[in-house]
């Protein structure tokens, strides 16, 4: 494959053309928009659709006594157990597509290995089986609350949606190793923080035992970030000619 680096045709710059780009600008003069406006005049016409929107979706109800049981002892405690559900349920939701990111991955990694000779399938196999396990643990952890872990909540709605764009990246076949690691690593940053937040969420409601099954699974996501970060430096500065 062509490194994307390499200096080609490239048009979509304006230094390219500083004829038509006068010209351009003359014809932003000459015909200017239809209808008037502004970003605050944008903000105005959505207005009315944010106050009138209904949430993403919902926190479903237990579906056996023993769910009911669960939630309403937090509730006693003064805690909201539909947080730490949606929380745990959004990590499950974004975990699943780390594992599908990995497959994709590897996939192209299979077709490619000349590109990026610091990896190797078994890393990237071992990362995938942890990002598979800590889907599992997600699960686990939903059903010890009494909670459905197959419901979509918010979060793991909002979590779908915010990582299709990653796939795009990865599954695109103009995509290099390299480009497909920074999807991957966008991924991996925030499944970091959102660990974090989970566990001291856990904790903060009183579920310390489930918490220290969570740090597990923030370790192992911590020496993935720190991989993807060593072998992005080695591919860059083995492109840039620097190593």
Known sequence: MKSPQSMGMNRSGIDLSTQGAEEMMKAVDEFPPASGGN?????QLRAPYLAEADPVGSIPLPGTLKGVAKSGMQKL???HAEVLIDQLAGRLAFERTGTRLYDALIGKFMTRKDEATMLSVDQLQQIRAEE???LGLCWDALRQLGADPTAVTPL???NAVASI???QVIADPRMT????LHAIHVAELTD???WRLLIKLAREMGQDEMAGRLQTALEEEERHLASLRTW????????????
């Open 39 to 43: 970003a605050m005049t944008l903000s």
């Open 177 to 180: 190793i390299a480009q497909s």
């Open 156 to 158: 793991a709605d909002t």
């Open 232 to 243: 992005m430096e080695q591919i860059s500065l083995n492109e840039a000619g620097a190593q």
């Open 77 to 79: 405690m003064g805690h």
């Open 192 to 194: 970091n923080d959102g």
């Open 132 to 134: 598979a396990a800590h």
């Open 165 to 167: 764009g990653l796939m």
